[in-house]
């Protein structure tokens, strides 16, 4: 109940002191409402570096996070530091609007844990996943819409460890010693593509992903699933869709927000409009409006086919764990305040 707790202890300490039914039904709705007051609190994610305090590191910290977000334009930014470097925290993410790669003492996904082994073996949830020289599948990192590395001595993309040369990437001016890398191969975080492949799970995926034919600008992978549309199995099997010219298409990020990401879609051709976010349980998606199956796109994100024209891609999460922790709260509260109303009329 972290700062409730005097609150509860008063309201259950006067409850059994007195003992009176009347008094029960109200501490029980007293107790009620502190704990909806504190769930709704603790849903907003407070996070501190154990450095922010000082005023340095403070300003370093904002300086890197200008730079980073100034390169990124709209892409991700992928954290290469020690856990606790005075400049740059590895959860950089949860201290500011960047969207950031990687972290620490993050949970992880069993499709996400296959990733991250691909980019960095050893990573864990609490060494920090971070992108190793001897990683395998490097290519990964322009799914994940990963444009500007920042990267502080201690981290393994520090200009001195160094070593993946198979990455293009171009040095950008360094921030309070932090290095600073673009990778202009990235894909966009919301992008359209034509083309599309099926395979049976995500090591299929990205075994398809980091090879050296596959453009992810023209094609993605799709893995297989019970709902998946029936447009897009039929075409999996007719010839490969003519090439579209970039220019002919809009694939935009309309809106964010933490439980509703919007896209703006305008493609002269069917297609699937990806979404470079991961693809977990509980997400919803409509296409103007109307409910639509996600499509597990590129190993773990999101997609979903979209026909020709313009069109509002809308995806909302509504798991159903929360549905059903509503329904109870609701009943449980009516049922407070029946059996509450029904005690104070024995009473009097």
């Not at 029960?24 to 007051?37: K, M, S």
């Not at 769930?39 to 570096?49: E, M």
Request: aromatic share 8%; with cysteine; charged share 15%.
């Amino acid at each position: 109940m972290r700062g409730r707790i005097v609150a509860v202890a008063v309201v259950l300490l006067v409850f059994a002191i007195f003992r009176l039914r009347w008094l029960g039904a109200v501490c029980g709705v007293v107790l009620a409402v502190l704990l909806f007051v504190d769930l709704s609190k603790a849903s907003v994610n407070h996070y501190g570096h154990p450095f922010s305090d000082a005023p340095v590191s403070y300003a370093a910290h904002n300086r890197a996070l200008r730079a980073a977000k100034g390169q990124a334009l709209g892409g991700r930014v992928l954290v290469s530091a020690h856990l606790l470097h005075d400049a740059l925290s590895p959860n950089i993410g949860m201290v500011s609007s960047v969207p950031a790669v990687g972290g620490a003492y993050l949970p992880l996904l069993k499709a996400q844990g296959r990733w991250w082994q691909e980019l960095g073996p050893g990573a864990t949830y609490a060494s920090g996943l971070d992108v190793s020289p001897q990683g395998r599948g490097l290519g990964l990192l322009r799914y994940m819409a990963a444009r500007v590395f920042l990267a502080a001595e201690g981290g393994a993309l520090a200009q001195s460890e160094w070593s993946l040369d198979g990455l293009r990437r171009r040095v950008a001016p360094s921030v309070d010693e932090l290095d600073l890398y673009v990778y202009d191969g990235a894909l966009p975080r919301a992008y359209w593509v034509p083309g599309w492949r099926l395979v049976a799970d995500e090591g299929a995926a990205i075994r398809l992903l980091t090879g050296e034919d596959f453009d992810g600008r023209k094609t993605c992978v799709i893995e297989q699933r019970p709902g998946l549309p029936e447009a897009v199995a039929a075409a999996c099997a007719a010839e490969s869709p003519s090439p579209v010219p970039p220019q002919a298409v809009c694939c935009v990020l309309a809106e964010e927000l933490p439980e509703r990401v919007t896209l703006q879609v305008d493609a002269p051709q069917p297609g699937i409009s990806v979404l470079a976010d991961t693809f977990t349980p509980g997400w919803r998606a409509t296409v103007d409006g109307v409910g639509t199956p996600i499509l597990r796109t590129n190993g773990m994100f999101r997609g979903v086919y979209t026909p020709a024209g313009k069109h509002t891609v809308v995806f909302v999460y509504r798991p159903l764990w929360f549905r059903l922790g509503l329904a109870l709260s609701v009943g449980t509260l009516v049922l407070l305040v029946f059996w509450g109303r029904g005690v104070l009329q024995r009473g009097s």
